[in-house]
């Protein structure tokens, strides 16, 4: 029976791409899911695929850029499923068409990037934070990105954020220490998603060029390393950044 049985597991973001895959590994695993996501009919599409592997599924549209409407979902599952025992801090994006030297780049997208990759974590950690304190169990795994350690141009706010989430991802490791539960994040690299898809080819090449496995990650490749943090296997470590990248960036 894997670790993750019978446990209640909540991932943001999970409609689609890393997120998605996420809630699939760990469904697997023989978790239930609590799904959220803004895109509300990709999610319920998720549940459904959830529900077809024998598990409980419970999708939420929810906006994570809303402080009340996290609550409130965090309230649902509770009632629902219950409270949460493994929360997957996924939700987040790049700048996307909006990318720009720092001197170019807009302060609302700045202030966009640090709300959706790093202000989101730390709500839903808020959330989930006093019932796995109470049970002296629980586990949080940041999505972060291989950007906090490499630096990439023309996303200073995005790799600001997700660099954010490494120090959260420690600190907050260290104060819940003592109630048993650990706390790590992930790196991805370059990830096939749809996002990835929608970007011109020649920046596609370029990842692929610069990444020393010479191909792109695929999204089961970061549910693996989830489920691995998710596990018993990994209940002695916590504090730490898994980078998921081929290579690009070593520790």
């Avoid at 030297?101 to 709500?123: V, Y």
């Avoid at 995005?158 to 420690?170: C, E, P, S």
Wanted: charged fraction near 20%.
């Amino acid at each position: 029976m894997s670790a993750s049985a019978g446990k209640i597991a909540v991932v943001t973001g999970a409609a689609q791409g890393i997120g998605r895959a996420i809630a699939l590994r760990l469904a697997a695993d023989g978790a239930d899911i609590a799904l959220l996501d803004l895109d509300g009919p990709a999610v319920r599409s998720v549940a459904q695929e959830i529900e077809t592997l024998g598990r409980r599924a419970l999708p939420l549209e929810t906006d994570m850029l809303d402080r009340a409407a996290i609550a409130g979902a965090f309230a649902t599952i509770a009632s629902t499923l219950g409270p949460a025992d493994i929360l997957v801090n996924n939700v987040g994006q790049s700048a996307r068409e909006r990318a720009a030297p720092f001197w170019e780049a807009r302060a609302e997208t700045a202030d966009f990037l640090l709300r959706i990759c790093l202000h989101t974590a730390m709500d839903a950690s808020r959330e989930a934070v006093p019932a796995m304190r109470s049970r002296n169990t629980g586990r949080i795994i940041n999505i972060s990105s291989d950007s906090a350690f490499v630096g990439s141009k023309s996303s200073a706010a995005y790799a600001a954020a997700k660099a954010g989430l490494i120090g959260f991802t420690r600190s907050l490791s260290r104060e819940l220490a003592g109630n048993r539960i650990t706390v790590n994040a992930i790196a991805p690299g370059y990830i096939r998603t749809r996002a990835m898809e929608l970007l011109p080819a020649a920046f596609v090449h370029k990842a692929i060029e610069e990444t020393p496995l010479g191909m792109l990650g695929e999204p089961s490749d970061i549910a693996h390393a989830v489920a691995f943090f998710a596990s018993d296997a990994a209940r002695y470590v916590t504090g730490q950044t898994l980078i998921v990248n081929g290579g690009r960036w070593m520790n």
